[in-house]
């Protein structure tokens, strides 16, 4: 019975990590290459404090939780947290939003280098 547990506890995390429908996931090194992308708007989901001590510049400090609303939906809207848990559940309450191009930074900020 124990291992029913185990499985359903090992699916719970692993349906969680999965990207969302129609969510494009890029590594740290892809996301070096757009930075300067006019096109793009970069989101910083994590905390005000964990931003404050260390963050990317291009990136708006947008706590998860709080309105994604007033971001433009005619911009790729790029979504980083410190694992990219957070940002995957942004992308996902983006997309429901009705946010065409969401893309999520796979590894976060604890994989920026």
């Given at each position: 019975?124990?291992?029913?547990?185990?499985?359903?506890?090992?699916?719970?995390?692993?349906?969680?990590?999965?990207p969302?429908?129609g969510?494009?996931t890029?590594?740290?090194?892809?996301?070096?290459?757009?930075?300067?992308?006019?096109?793009?708007?970069?989101?910083?989901?994590?905390?005000?404090?964990?931003?404050?001590?260390?963050?990317?510049?291009?990136?708006?400090?947008?706590?998860?939780?709080?309105?994604?609303?007033?971001?433009?939906?005619?911009?790729?809207?790029?979504?980083?947290?410190?694992?990219?848990?957070?940002?995957?559940?942004?992308?996902?309450?983006?997309?429901?939003?009705?946010?065409d191009?969401?893309?999520?930074?796979?590894?976060?900020?604890?994989?920026?280098?």
């Amino acid at each position: 019975m124990e291992w029913v547990f185990i499985v359903v506890i090992v699916g719970f995390f692993a349906w969680r990590l999965m990207p969302s429908k129609g969510v494009k996931t890029i590594s740290t090194a892809e996301l070096k290459n757009m930075l300067n992308d006019q096109d793009k708007v970069f989101v910083d989901v994590r905390t005000p404090s964990e931003y404050k001590a260390q963050n990317i510049r291009q990136f708006k400090n947008i706590p998860l939780g709080s309105s994604f609303e007033k971001l433009p939906k005619d911009k790729e809207i790029v979504v980083i947290c410190q694992s990219g848990m957070r940002s995957n559940n942004a992308c996902k309450k983006l997309k429901k939003l009705g946010y065409d191009r969401v893309t999520n930074v796979r590894g976060g900020m604890s994989a920026w280098r």
